[in-house]
């Protein structure tokens, strides 16, 4: 089944501890994205990725890191999590750009206390 | 920059009758233009999008949108609401040359009543 995978679901952590939340595609898609979503505020991108080690920066990309080592993975890191990183994060994947339809993983709701 | 505009944060519709989600968006040349729907607890699905040409587009589920250039708008159209419609909606915009962003409004929600 075609599908974009991230892992884990929810995650509660501390302010300071570095996490990485894991996103992998199985349709041999080259773009990959990262999205985190608040009240009021809707879908906010944070990174994207339009091919191996091929990244750029979205609205949103203080306090994030990615890398795409290899074309089905794209994990999101936060070096030093922050209260305000406190959100649900998805992560999608097309085929050419946003040009394609993007195919969303089912969510990551992360909280740092 | 790009940037959009949803200004309607919830929508209320009886089921069966008929709904405009209003997108406006702001871009110096002619933009990409997308339509998502997010059902409770899921990820976001494509219905429907504007590259260029015909400016009345047709998506997935019964929905239809039109390009307004004069208004820089997107709105949303569905004839006949069914209660499976309740979501939330999102507008979301790209611009045609230079990077691969793609920038979402704050969302509409729809909620459909008996």
């Known amino acids: 089944e075609a599908q974009v995978t991230q892992n884990p679901r929810y995650l509660i952590t501390v302010t300071g501890k570095k996490l990485t939340v894991t996103c992998s595609q199985n349709?041999?898609?080259?773009?990959m994205s990262w999205y985190r979503q608040d009240p009021g505020l809707g879908l906010r991108q944070i990174y994207y990725s339009m091919n191996v080690e091929v990244t750029d920066k979205g609205d949103v990309p203080e306090g994030y890191k990615v890398s795409r080592k290899e074309k089905r993975n794209f994990p999101l890191i936060l070096e030093s999590p922050s209260p305000n990183q406190t959100s649900l994060y998805f992560c999608?994947?097309?085929?050419?750009?946003?040009?394609?339809?993007?195919?969303f993983g089912n969510g990551t709701r992360l909280t740092v206390t | 920059a790009q940037s959009v505009t949803q200004p309607d944060i919830h929508i209320t519709v009886s089921e069966g009758a008929s709904l405009e989600l209003r997108c406006n968006y702001s871009y110096g040349a002619t933009p990409y233009l997308f339509w998502y729907v997010q059902s409770p607890g899921q990820g976001l699905q494509l219905l429907l999008k504007?590259?260029?040409?015909?400016?009345l587009v047709q998506g997935i589920k019964g929905f239809e949108a039109e390009f307004k250039r004069s208004q820089s708008s997107f709105n949303l159209r569905k004839p006949s609401v069914h209660w499976s419609d309740a979501a939330e909606y999102f507008c979301?915009?790209?611009?045609?040359?230079?990077?691969?962003?793609?920038?979402f409004g704050t969302g509409t929600r729809l909620t459909i009543i008996p």
């Open positions: 979301a915009v790209g611009a045609d040359f230079g990077n691969e962003k793609l920038t």
């Open positions: 999608a994947s097309s085929f050419e750009g946003r040009v394609s339809p993007l195919h």
């Open positions: 349709m041999n898609h080259e773009y």
């Open positions: 504007y590259f260029s040409g015909d400016t």
